[in-house]
């Protein structure tokens, strides 16, 4: 599953982005919609599931374990749920490839089951921290062996039971976050979890959306095990971490006028909105609604100049996705962006902070990578060829950026796009990106 360096992109030079067109949905509800309706009794109905590989990943997972599953079909998915006690022991190892979200929200999801399971990844997922969801699913009792360095395959045995716990999260994680809330489906008492910035709330809606009381506070959540989960009919919104590329190709491309139909506007998701907009991006929220549960609107973004600016801290939790996109924005922005308490950056599937850096020199921009993040000094770009690391978001990073590039941007290793973007080059293409893909 993905990682295999079997793709690269070509962009030609400049152009501009215009048209209507609506992203896939997104991706961190997608992976919630599996996990919630598998554990609901009755059935969940799914429209707009991404039918990416992380998502896909997430889905397998739970047919190994017994849950009948019918499509994706055109984004429609028919989780027959088995209720909280209802998974049965997978024959072998869950593998959860790229995804990062698959394995911790699994991690704690599975730790108060009574059969035990094994968690692989691809060789990225292989190298990212699960000391953060293992030491506190221990303290509540969860019996789970990382590798010494505190990486996966994250090996899960039985437990006597689960007991809640009061818990503060030292980095601000929805992963996090998530996997100790669904943990505390199964343990005694009430689980707590305080986080130091908000950070993307779907667990604790979507919950609440299958019938499950959570208490939220802002900062916030706690639940009491023991309660019962209701299947129910879900629309998950396009992915506004996915409509970022267009966010900000559409703000760098002289000429651009481009529609995003139907974007989840979550507050906790909507950091790249307010990042480029302190920048002078021109991006028309049209038509706000409500759809299962999440807000959603339609984006209408034109060209603009953008200037640089030192990205507030408190929109980092809520941009987290977004930042190869926005550095692209920064390198195309009169004057200099600075960026700081953002070293989560380089545990993500790259470390996108020195795989930005090392792409955005290559192209000629002056860049700072530092701990916790990045000083870009907008100017003038080149093209040239670049590795994406393995890394989706930074292969579409770097696509985009050829929207102002004086020459060709050839970008290695683009198969990963499918974890998140599938359909990612065609989309772009019909909008108006000179991108074409070759497979060796
Ligand atoms: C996600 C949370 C974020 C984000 C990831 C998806 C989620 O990770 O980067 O792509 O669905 O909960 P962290 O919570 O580790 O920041």
Known sequence: MGGAPDLSFSIQPGGSLNGTLQ?????????????????????????????????????????????????????RVL?????????????????????GTSMRLLCGLLAGQGFPVTLVGDASLSRRPMRRVTEPLARMGALIEASPDGTAPLHIRPT???????????????????????????????????????TRDHTERMLRGFGYEVRTSPGRACLTGGGRLIG???????????????LVGASIAPGSDLTLTQVGMNPTR??????????????????PREAGGEPVADLRVRSA??????????????????????????????????????????????????????????????VEPRPDGIRIQGGPMGGGHLDSRGDHRIAMSFAIAA???????????????????????????????????QHP
């Open 403 to 437: 929207l102002r590039a004086q020459a060709p941007i050839g970008i290695a290793d683009c198969a990963n796009v499918n974890t998140s973007f599938p359909g990612f080059a065609a989309l772009a293409r019909g909008v108006g990106l000179g991108i074409s893909e």
């Open 270 to 287: 909507v950091g790249v909105i307010n990042i480029l907009r302190a920048m002078g991006a021109d991006i028309e929220v049209m038509n």
């Open 232 to 246: 129910c009919d879900l629309d998950v919104p396009g992915d506004i971490s996915s409509a970022a590329f267009f």
């Open 79 to 99: 989780v027959n749920g088995v209720g909280l006690h209802g998974l049965r022991e997978p024959g072998g190892p869950l593998d959860m490839g790229n995804s």
């Open 23 to 75: 992203v896939p949905g997104d991706k961190s509800i997608s992976h919630r919609s599996i996990m919630l309706g598998a554990l609901a009794e009755g059935e969940t109905r799914i429209r707009g599931f991404l039918e990416g590989e992380d998502a896909l990943a997430t889905l397998a997972a739970f047919r190994r374990m017994g849950v009948r599953i019918e499509g994706p079909d055109g984004g």
């Open 160 to 198: 006597a039971g689960l007991k809640g716990i009061d818990y503060a999260l030292p980095v601000a994680s929805a992963q996090v976050k998530s996997s100790l809330l669904l943990a505390g489906l199964y343990a005694a008492g009430e689980t707590c979890v305080s986080e130091p910035a908000p």
């Open 305 to 366: 100049e953008l200037h640089g600016i030192r990205i507030p801290e408190d929109q980092v939790p809520l941009a987290i996705d977004e930042f190869p996109a926005l550095f692209v924005a920064a390198a195309c922005a009169q004057g200099e962006t600075l960026l700081t308490g953002a070293e989560e950056l380089r545990v993500k599937e790259s470390d996108r902070i020195q795989v930005m850096a090392d792409g955005l020199s290559a192209l000629g921009v002056e």
